[in-house]
Structures are given as C-alpha cells and as structure tokens.
C-alpha cells in the first residue's frame, strides 16, 4: 500500500470540505460479494459541485436480494489499492476503501446479484463492495479485462465471467480460478483495459490496435470475436468500462470518469467528463457494473 498517496488523498479530500473517516488506494478490472453492502464507515461532509461529491468513506449500500436485481444505482471503479463507487445518478464518487487482503488489483467484475471479483496480477479474489476486503479464490495469471456475461451466451445455464489476455478470449472459473481459451479477437485489436457485458444490451470492450489507442468495439460476448468498431473514445488507457441506466461509463489511468454516448447514425462516439470536485490525483485501473444493469441502448 502506497502510505504517502494515501496520507495527501485523504489531506486533499479533507481539504475540499470531506471528514475522512477511512483510507483510500489505486485501480484494475472486475466482481465481488454482499447483498446489503453497507458503506465503508462514517461519511464526511461532503463538497459538492458539478458532477457531485468526493466523500472519503461513504461506500454505498445496496446490491441484489434473494438473487434479484439491484436495490440502488451503483458502478464501481478503482485503482491499484482502492475501491471506488460511482453513484450513477447524482455522479457522486465516494471512497469504499484500501484493499484489504490483496493489491495490484488490475480488474473487477460484477454478477448480476451485484456479487464483485477482482483480479491482481497474482490471483482471483472475491472482494467485499462495503469494505474492500479481498478473499483469495486462487493464485496464478488473469487477464486486466474482466466481466461475467449474461447466462445463454458463454454457458446457456449460468452467467460466466470471462476477460482478453491481449485478443485472447478466456473463460475463468469464479470458483477455482481456472482459466481455458474460447475465442479471439479478430482485425488486428488487442483488449486496452476492460469488456463490460449486460443482459439485454451489448459487449463492448476498449481496444489498442490499427491506429486506436483507445478505441471502444462491440464484441460477440459468446465467441470474443469483433462485432463493430465504434471508434476512438478521446481518452487513452481507458482501464474501466461499465453500464447505467443507458449511460456507458470509462474510467481511464489519468483518474477521469466520463460518460460515453454513441451516435445514433452509428458512426462514433462522444466521450463527456464526470467532474469530481476536489479531484485528488485519481487514478484508474479498472471498473465494474452488475450484468442486470439496466442496459445502454446501443444504436445498430
């Protein structure tokens, strides 16, 4: 854990009007667990602005009941050592907290109960979306580009979690950790960052590759393959993706958060930036959405 960016995080939020009551930490890509997800302690008393609050320790309740959807708007983001949550609606970033139990989290992805996985470049993790506590599943490599995708795709009974190791298509096993080959990705394209996939909408994945750096494509979420190329996003390193309410969200290394909106003639994409006040050298390593978010309505 980086103790002095934690120390001047948690000095700047304090700063901007926020009474930190937990630690903060960096970014990934994907997945993890709790179906009340109380926040992560006491909140501060939040500066708010343009685009909402940065509010150290106020992580967010909510996630699916009894296997039903998601009681409260919620999509993750995070750096190296810590985990971030994106109230979709107010544009609010709190600090769920530090990692625990893991570090180097390279990705995370979300079920459709709103249970999270995280990846490291050591291991698979289920990690707590209160807390950040990360519990080990296995040890070994997995991919920086992490999501399940809805059951009838990869697997007709159950959803599956799946990523790109460069434009391999993998399976990963949320049980095990074991990781087995499905497709790839065709037209010269490497996966950059992150795939987000939801029931009733599309895959889509950020790419390097033929000039993008980024570009955001639409994938077959059953065999990896390209679909479409919607084009470059304006951001590079776009390390997370994730679905709202028919809003598609970045998250990119230089800590920006943007909303993604695609043109209806189906050609491009507009990139608009989520301001965060009090902005404290973010950074973004990945993010995640549960698969029944309610999807982007992509145009054809």
């Known amino acids: 854990?980086?103790?002095?960016?934690?120390?001047?995080?948690?000095?700047?939020?304090?700063?901007?009007?926020?009474?930190?009551?937990?630690?903060?930490?960096?970014?990934?890509?994907?997945?993890?667990?709790?179906?009340t997800g109380a926040g992560g302690g006491a909140t501060g008393?939040?500066?708010?602005?343009?685009?909402?609050?940065?509010?150290p320790g106020s992580g967010g309740s909510g996630g699916g009941q009894g296997g039903g959807e998601p009681q409260i708007a919620e999509v993750y983001g995070h750096s190296p050592d810590t985990l971030y949550r994106l109230d979709p609606d107010t544009k609010a970033v709190t600090i769920v907290g530090a990692f625990q139990?893991?570090?180097?989290?390279?990705?995370?992805?979300?079920?459709?109960?709103s249970k999270l996985i995280?990846?490291?470049?050591?291991?698979?993790?289920?990690?707590?979306?209160?807390?950040?506590?990360?519990?080990?599943?296995a040890g070994g490599s997995y991919p920086n580009s992490l999501s399940f995708v809805p059951?009838?795709?990869?697997?007709?009974?159950?959803?599956?979690?799946?990523g790109y190791l460069g434009s391999t298509y993998v399976r990963i096993d949320p049980q095990t950790?074991?990781?087995s080959n499905i497709g790839a990705l065709s037209g010269g394209y490497v996966s950059s960052g992150d795939i987000v996939s939801v029931?009733?909408?599309?895959?889509?994945?950020?790419?390097n590759g033929q000039g993008c750096g980024d570009c955001i494509v639409e994938v077959n979420p059953t065999t990896g393959d390209l679909v479409k190329n919607w084009g470059p996003v304006g951001h590079g390193a776009v390390y997370g993706l994730a679905f709202w309410a028919g809003k598609a969200y970045g998250f990119d290394d230089a800590g920006e958060i943007f909303e993604i909106d695609f043109a209806a003639n189906?050609?491009?994409?507009?990139?608009?930036?989520?301001?965060?006040?009090?902005n404290p050298f973010l950074q973004f390593w990945g993010a995640g959405s549960t698969t029944s978010a309610p999807a982007v309505p992509v145009p054809k």
């Open 199 to 207: 029931k009733g909408g599309k895959s889509l994945l950020t790419v």
């Open 266 to 278: 189906g050609t491009g994409v507009t990139a608009t930036n989520i301001p965060i006040p009090g």
């Open 1 to 35: 854990m980086n103790l002095p960016r934690i120390a001047l995080l948690l000095a700047l939020a304090t700063a901007a009007g926020c009474s930190a009551t937990s630690s903060p930490g960096p970014a990934g890509s994907t997945t993890a667990a709790s179906t």
């Open 177 to 179: 950790g074991t990781v």
């Open 151 to 162: 059951a009838g795709t990869v697997d007709p009974e159950k959803e599956a979690l799946v």
């Open 45 to 55: 008393a939040s500066t708010t602005g343009e685009g909402g609050s940065f509010i």
């Open 118 to 137: 995280g990846a490291t470049f050591g291991g698979l993790y289920t990690i707590d979306k209160g807390n950040a506590h990360c519990t080990l599943i």
């Open 101 to 113: 139990g893991c570090s180097g989290v390279i990705d995370i992805a979300l079920d459709k109960d």
